[in-house]
């Protein structure tokens, strides 16, 4: 029989892990997340598909806020074409695309990420992106952290 001493876990001293989490990140951790939100860049840049396009690519979520846990957290990049505005809204408001004075074009969302897709399998190799619903996963290693 198992007595209540065995079956306690060490218990995790918070304040000393909220502490070590709300320090600004180290000089290596801000280089690993500038040189995975630069490498993204590239990749974009380098596409002769997507630059015929208007595109941006910035940090965004925890790592721009520096809310992000240091020494266990990635970068979120957006990658946003400034060209056309793929809608979901306007329908579950009663509106139609003419209601909002907004006109079809050929270039669909899923060909933007297809293309997304293919620049950053080219910079990155297919083992380092995974393509997710919403996003894709870029696989960090010891130069950049996960993007």
């Known amino acids: 029989m198992v007595g209540p001493s065995s079956t306690v876990k060490a218990r995790r001293d918070w304040e000393q892990t909220f502490t070590s989490w709300s320090k600004p990140s180290s000089d290596t951790e801000q280089e690993k997340y ?44 957006c990658v946003r074409c400034m060209d056309v505005c793929f809608t979901d809204f306007l329908m579950s408001q009663g509106l139609t695309d003419k209601d909002a004075g907004l006109v079809d074009v050929e270039y669909t969302y899923r060909q933007f990420k297809n293309e997304v897709e293919q620049a950053l399998v080219a910079k990155f190799g297919r083992a380092g992106v995974t393509r997710g619903n919403k996003a894709f996963d870029i696989h960090g290693n010891n130069y950049r952290v996960d993007a």
């Open 34 to 77: 500038e040189h995975a939100e630069s490498m993204v860049r590239d990749a974009i840049r380098n596409s002769s598909a997507l630059s015929k396009r208007t595109i941006e690519v910035f940090a965004q979520g925890s790592y721009r806020n520096s809310t992000n846990v240091r020494q266990d957290s990635d970068v979120d990049i």
